[in-house]
């Protein structure tokens, strides 16, 4: 042991103290632990996984990762802003515990298994992160690296899954017969493609049913993968690069992070590695190593983490925004974003046609697609794992504002002619897509907020009515539970302009009229 | 001054190394005092050394490794020298390491960093009397072996006031030797240890030593380096009291051989107080009637809060930033 393995300490627990009331527990053994590293005098304590994710994050943030950037800002009391530069943007000095993205969601890919795509120029980190999370899977440097894919435009389907066996081609009667020597990265519990975005179109339909449905097939033989994280790098989002990356690859990627610039301030750091030839990858200290059963109960915990219904309506009133196109269906049902996509009408003559509403005030005219059902699984899972992360049991509609960006950067497409995007100072919003992401969600809470629909919400109030169940509901009861439906879609639908969030509404609202229409013919059947 | 001969000849064998362990801390640390780790060396780590030598002389390199290493991570942390925040660690060095020299030989960089970490335990914690610990482990430590010095460490922590440890410490307890353990929580030679773990398991406030205070006292004004910035509120706790002073919570655990303050939460202030089974104190005026004896508070009626959990009493004042704890048996 070396006194001065500083790029081995573990940030001493608990990381993040004060965040949940649990039953106090004093281990004698805590005596002997201190700045000192003692091998084999102290027993070791186990950590809770939520701690010992936490302690990974900050051993990274101090060891691994230079120059962190704090962009996901927590606050627990006034904070210090400041007006910078021309533009006067803010730089908030944040209050509470407040965390690097390029370091948090890569961990939280690992702790969810999700799948993450680094993009940002050459030479920023994008690659050691990457590795960093294999060496947390428990894998050695050397392993990870060389099971790590990397694209080139000569890359086949046999390079990245694997090869028939060339005996067995000319020998087998049948395909049966035929072995494959599987690639060794497919049973990996954390699988990195370095550069995605030069892989060729064929290899990248291989790669998206490794990675949609988590199997590899070749003549016929298949290999089931391990369920695992993914990390893939590109020096550019936007689908540039050698080939164009296809659709349905892009749409499986949940989670998109930016390495930032490296900041010189922080140059000494980088000569220390330099000095001390030292490689952070290689000195992870084995107590933020994650087992194969550590990882999976990480998983169940994360899901275990409540969404409290009030941030869950939040959430709804969001995604409501978007999807509607009043003037690209006839009936109600069609009236949205994806129906004028897939008819191949130019976009900006189905924007032309929309003329009746405030075009900046409805959030909707900022977009050009909804959020889809996968994204919204893909929120819900990466919030609760930042609650987790923060050591809490339920999601705050903090952790969901911060982490919404991330998550819809590359699906949420924004409208960039949009009367928005054409206010002087909203034109930041053109090119900083995160910034613009937090923008809407702060938006539509405000909206939200505006039309108290915490404490007004009469289509909640029925949903809930008809939550408790059907049974025993009279005749009458049910016939005045479809009057009431009425009076309210009469109500809604009275002298309005048509928004996002009334269009869901509405349909709900249909929905339920049809599900008591049904059981009012059932019973009169009885 | 200089030092020994057998810890001469193993700086001068690793000269070269030696200075880059030296090189590279003044880089990692710009603060790093080479003064006061020359002193160190000179004053706490040859002793040691030259103990080890005298009775493995073949072990002795092998212990100036891992002490010096020790030694220059105490430096860099600014806990030795005459800037030390702690001195609890230095006079460790340099008055039972050299007693321990047998175990230290045996497990160098296990025994040299666990009681430098306890050391600094102690000497870091308000309210534990690391000194008695020091004594104790000095008087009774030298003839261990290691898994036992480790054992010991932890009863003597307990009775030096580490009253939060006191399961643990029991449980160690029971691994040593009849005679050293009943030296250890100050019984009378003679005594069996299983009917003095059964006293200890059945009231946090017996001693085997009648002459230890029944009460305590915790808390003061944070002004005059006390814990408490106005006078505390108390509620209880399973394991102790739960303590609001100002906008700060903390966690009060005490028996018979201390009591020390932990971080809390609003929440855990907030949550439910236990039931307790056991009669309370009846408080008249400024005195508390417990059962068969009776306890004068020096502090008005007015204000006087009492709170008990199973086994104590703690009075709290709206005129007192302390908190008095008195057994409920």
Redesign the interface.
Known sequence: MSAFDIFKRVSRAPTNPGVAVKPRQFDVAELYQGPIQVSAAGEESAAPLDEKLRQAYFWIVNNAIISPHYDIEYHDGPAPSYAIGDTRRSLVLPSAQSYSSFILLPLLTFATRKKCLFVGGPGRGKTASAILMGVLAGYAVGEVRRAMQHGHPQMTIADLLGNPLPADLINAQSMDEIRIAWRSWLSMRVKIVDEYNRIPTRTQSALLTVMGDNYAEVLNHIFECPESAWYLTANDDQGGGTYQVIEALRDRIDVIVQALAFNPRFLNDLLLRIEENARPEELAPREIIFSEKEIDQMGNEIRAISVPEEVRRRLEFFCSQFELSETAGVQFEYMTKDTARLSGVDWAQVVAADNGRDRLKDLGCQTRNGVSVRNLMTLLVFAKALAYFRGNRAVELEDLRQILPFVLHDKLQPDLEAPFFCVPENAGYRTDRLSWLRRLFDLSCDEFNRLDLDRNDPVSDLAEEFALGLEGISERETRARLTKIERLVSELSKGRKLYGHLYDDLQKLKYLHQRYTNYLHWLRAQ | MSVSTPFARILAAGRTQFNA?VA??K??SPSFDSDAFGAFLISAVDPVIAAVDAISPDRAASVALSAY??A???A??G?IGPKARYPLVGRAWGTLFPALAQQISE?P??????????A??LGSTPNLRGEEWLQHMCELAPTTTVPEL?AL??VL??RSG?A??R???L??ASTLPENLVVAAVGATPGNSWASIRARFDDDPWWSPNAEVASERCIGDFSGFGGSFSQPPEVRAS??GFWVKSGDRYS?L?ADVWGAVL????A??FA?PAPIIKFPVPVQKGNRLIFGHRAVDIDLPAEGLSVVCNETTAAVSSIYSHQIRLYPLQ
């Open positions: 362990r590279e801390a880089r990692r290493d020790i220059l991570m105490l860099a942390q806990m497990e960089a296990e025994v040299l960093g666990a009681l430098s970490n306890a600094l335990y480790l460490g932890k922590a307990w580490v939060h440890f399961s643990g410490a449980n160690a399973v394991s966690l655990i932990h971080p809390a939460s929440e855990e949550s």
